[in-house]
């Protein structure tokens, strides 16, 4: 039996087709030991990387936003506090024909020619420490009376006992924050002033409601009218057209001690304004608006506003439950403001 002849086309065909696949196969084994090797040095050279080779630089710190501040690299609030006895409010718009108050407190100097008090209080009174700021951040008293961060209680120049010293400013005033006049009754107000400010209205002493004033002692002013007043609202009340006012016969002064006397007689229904212990006008009214606010030294409810901030000083605040007549009027007067000979049912700021 013969064998077949081999097909040696094929064979070498198979052959060729082996030799080149070996081929490959070494030169991608080649190509993957190259990458490792790479890696291994690249791995060596970050190892072993000298340490004097800079890190990268972060960059500068972010800027934090304080509240009510400035932005301060790195936190930090960038606010400088305000020395703790400094008033720092405002004063509020007036909402009458008053002249706009002063926004801060300037510093007492002499009254000689400049109109405002002397100097700063000294000692105490009242629970204020001298130059008027409260003992412990909190409102300090007087007989009963908060009183606000910018009241100065003590001398003034010309007047021998304790005065209120007041600047013009809405944190300057003492409320009693409850009803002192029973203003369904006969009553009389009374006090020493010093007026320091040319224009605008100024309260001394009112008593009122959360919308408007019951009754209103001290300055009135609007263009060239300018009268010490004493004014209420009748028992309709909490309007302008519902004003009764009692104005004196003069200006009023700047710069001088003035005794300021309300009167407001229930039977006679009629108010009466005194200066200096002398009648000034006396104007028929049907009775007194009933109100529930504190009594006010240095400011007035006006519109739900307060407004009129004395400026100036403020002494011998007297409140009695009976009108006086014209010779008690007269006798207080005559003892500089401090005696009518019927004590007082209330008072403050008396020698």
């Known amino acids: 039996m013969s064998s077949a002849t081999p097909d040696w086309a094929a064979l070498a065909e198979a052959r060729e087709r082996e030799q080149r696949r070996k081929r490959m196969i070494r030169i991608g084994g080649g190509a993957a030991a190259v990458a490792v090797v790479g890696a291994l040095v690249?791995?060596?050279?970050?190892?072993?990387r000298p340490s004097t080779v800079p890190e990268a630089d972060p960059g500068p710190a972010a800027a934090t936003v304080q509240?009510?501040?400035?932005?301060?690299?790195g936190g930090g609030s960038g606010l400088t506090p305000a020395p703790s006895g400094t008033p720092s409010g405002s004063a509020s718009a007036s909402a009458s024909a008053s002249g706009p108050a002063s926004g801060s407190v300037s510093a007492p100097v002499s009254a000689s020619g400049s109109g405002k008090p002397t100097g700063k209080a000294s000692?105490?009174?009242?629970?204020?420490?001298?130059g008027g700021a409260p003992a412990s951040g909190a409102p300090a008293a007087l007989n009963g009376m908060v009183l606000g961060g910018g009241t100065a209680i003590g001398p003034t120049e010309g007047h021998s006992g304790p005065t209120m010293q007041l600047f013009g400013n809405s944190i300057g005033w003492a409320d009693?924050?409850?009803?002192?006049?029973?203003?369904?009754?006969?009553?009389?107000?009374s006090a020493v002033v010093r007026n320091n400010a040319p224009t605008g209205g100024r309260a001394v002493v009112t008593q009122g409601g959360a919308s408007y004033y019951s009754f209103y002692l001290g300055r009135?002013?609007?263009?060239?009218h300018n009268q010490w007043v004493f004014k209420v609202q009748t028992a309709a009340g909490d309007q302008d057209n519902t004003t009764y006012q009692a104005f004196s016969t003069a200006p009023a002064t700047t710069g001088q001690w003035t005794l300021l006397t309300g009167v407001y007689d229930a039977a006679a229904k009629r108010i009466l304004l005194y200066v200096d212990g002398t009648l000034q006008q006396a104007t028929p009214v049907t009775g007194i608006w009933q109100t529930t606010g504190g009594l006010q030294i240095g400011r007035?409810?006006?519109?739900?506003?307060?407004?009129?901030?004395w400026d100036g000083a403020i002494a011998d605040v007297q409140v009695w439950d009976q009108a006086l007549p014209a010779a008690a009027v007269g006798r207080l007067h005559g003892s500089g403001g401090t005696a009518a000979g019927t004590p007082a049912d209330r008072s403050w700021l008396l020698p």
């Open 123 to 130: 000692g105490k009174a009242g629970g204020v420490p001298s």
């Open 42 to 48: 690249a791995g060596a050279l970050v190892l072993t």
């Open 220 to 224: 009135d002013y609007w263009g060239t």
């Open 300 to 309: 007035v409810r006006y519109k739900s506003q307060w407004t009129d901030f």
């Open 176 to 189: 009693s924050q409850a009803p002192v006049v029973d203003t369904g009754h006969s009553f009389t107000v």
């Open 67 to 73: 509240p009510d501040g400035d932005a301060v690299p």
